[in-house]
């Protein structure tokens, strides 16, 4: 798969050092002449974020080493004081970082004391940065990955204590640039200025959280180097075998939009099937998003014993229709009609309310396998299928899953805090086994498909950090998916959607936490049609 025209590509360590080859040994790009652009707009973001003042330069061993030093070199040129301070010595250096290093005016760097440097040097060391007014995290680059040691940890550490804004050049030290992935410490920066291309860590968590403002810079690598580098076997250019982009704005161009010649039933229609006892208002949620997003039709199915309370709650625009099932709860007995009424509809949004019962996971699972549609699976759905996700790989219409991280840890047997700490590999996996497009939800949601591609939602909405809002999305993505969306496009659109409803939805209410889940709802339409601040 080559990633959509509005998704931008991100580029991994392995591919970045694809790029940088070709752009070095095919067209004759200097590897000097690369390093001197990223330094120069490295320096160029320091010199915004602090003008005057004490500059600190913390150097590793590598090129990302020699980057910091071509930003200390210009720094002095422009008359301000430079501290560097390098965790080896000159005999660690090689290639263009020591030519750099060599190149360096004034006094020459600081070894730190781990690095050889003595006990003595880690506190002068400390001293020098804590009195900076803008520290350079250059010790560690793209091809980092594990856990910092050494003097390099010790670095980290000055740095978070330094209490000065940190620029970060091309990921923080101690984030895995391809994954996002941190397992040992890792620099907290103000800024990461990266270059060329964005790296994935940069947008997925936990990495993102230490990223800062993310500036993705020119520094000179011809055009064409994604194609370039693209394995010829596949055409992609990852590791794990599947490309990662950022979604950007451009999406909204693939919101399926009305006609003279549209009907109710050619927009879309949608059956939301949920609903238990206390939890009505899921839903209605669900449903009524789905309309906002653009369904003409909304079907939600409900166990007759509460349809009554649904349809005095809910907007007269939805249908409500009740099927037989135990007090309060779905079951297996409404199995008949529940799959006589997926008949109908082009989308099935299946979970939302539902409930733990025995009766309405055997339900949920039964018609997840049953019908022929496609089909969004969220909340107690989710929950149902655990130790069941492999069933799902049978189904032949499109698939959606939308978990927190809490439900894919269920769905994979595992605690969600190691859901978070590898959210891309997690995600992958899922998407493998129940071959279905998983919406890993968060800050970065990602989209991912079986084949391991990944569209990365750039997020920034806190206001949707708040309950019903997980189910709002669900029916944003069901109303895309009956609309004639494919599974991948329509998810990543949902999220889009879904999380500029929620920056309007702040601007409206005046503040994030003043927003509820039925404040997205009502935004939705205001952002399709581009009227929105978002």
């Known amino acids: 798969m080559t990633l959509p025209a509005w998704c931008t590509p991100l580029a991994d360590a392995e591919r970045m050092r694809a790029i940088d080859r070709w752009a070095i040994e095919r067209m004759g790009v200097g590897a000097l002449e690369l390093m001197e652009s990223a330094g120069a707009a490295v320096a160029a973001v320091v010199e915004a974020l602090a003008p005057d003042g004490e500059v600190a330069v913390l150097c590793g061993k590598g090129n990302n080493g020699g980057d910091g030093f071509v930003v200390a070199r210009l720094m002095r040129e422009r008359g301000r004081s430079v501290r560097v301070l390098c965790t ?68 980290i550490e000055m740095i978070n204590g330094a209490g000065a804004p940190v620029v970060s050049v091309d990921v923080p030290s101690g984030v895995d640039a391809s994954s996002g992935v941190v397992v040992g410490a890792a620099v907290r920066a103000t800024a990461t200025v990266t270059f060329h291309m964005a790296k994935p860590g940069l947008w997925i968590a936990p990495g993102k959280a230490y990223a800062g403002s993310v500036h993705t810079v020119d520094i000179g690598i011809p055009r064409g180097a994604l194609a370039a580098t693209a394995t010829p076997a596949s055409g992609e250019g990852s590791a794990e075998g599947g490309e990662v982009g950022l979604v950007s704005e451009s999406i909204a161009g693939e919101l399926p939009a009305r006609g003279a010649s549209s009907t109710k039933f050619s927009s879309g229609q949608v059956l939301v099937v949920g609903g238990s006892l206390g939890l009505t208002g899921a839903v209605r949620m669900t449903a009524e998003a789905a309309a906002r997003a653009g ?24 249908m409500v229709r009740p099927v037989p099932g135990d007090v309060g709860s779905h079951s297996e007995a409404g199995f008949e009609a529940l799959q006589l009424a997926t008949q109908r509809a082009a989308a099935v949004a299946l979970g939302t309310g539902l409930g733990r019962s025995d009766g309405a996971g055997a339900m949920a699972r039964g018609l997840a396998a049953a019908t022929e549609r496609a089909l969004v699976l969220d909340a107690d759905g989710l929950n149902a299928h655990v130790g069941h996700l492999e069933q799902l790989a049978q189904r032949t219409a499109p698939t959606v899953l939308t978990p927190h991280a809490g439900e894919l840890g269920r769905l994979l047997g595992c605690p969600s805090a190691e859901i978070e700490r590898e959210r891309l590999r997690n995600a992958r996996f899922a998407a493998k086994q129940a071959h279905a497009v998983v919406v890993l939800k968060g800050d970065d949601t990602l989209v991912v498909d079986c084949d391991g591609n990944v569209a990365v939602g750039r997020g920034g909405s806190p206001a949707l950090a708040t309950a019903g809002t997980g189910d709002v999305l669900t029916g944003v993505i069901a109303a895309l998916l009956a609309a004639g969306l494919d599974a991948f496009t329509a998810a990543a659109a949902g999220v889009w959607l879904h999380a500029a409803a929620g920056v309007e939805a702040t601007s409206r209410q005046g503040s994030a936490e003043g927003v509820i889940a039925t404040d997205v709802i009502a935004a939705l339409p205001a952002v399709r049609a581009g009227q929105g601040i978002a």
């Open 295 to 318: 369904a003409g039709y909304v079907t939600v199915v409900v166990p007759e014993s509460l349809q009554p309370v649904l349809a005095a709650s809910i907007t007269p625009e939805v």
């Open 88 to 155: 080896g010595e000159a005999a660690d250096y090689s290639g263009d970082a020591l030519t750099n290093l060599g190149r360096l005016p004034g006094e020459p760097p600081l070894l730190l004391g781990r690095g050889g440097g003595g006990a003595e040097a880690d506190l002068e060391g400390a001293t020098a940065v804590g009195a900076a007014a803008v520290v350079v995290d250059a010790l560690l680059g793209t091809g980092f990955a594990g856990v910092p040691r050494g003097a390099v940890a010790a670095a």
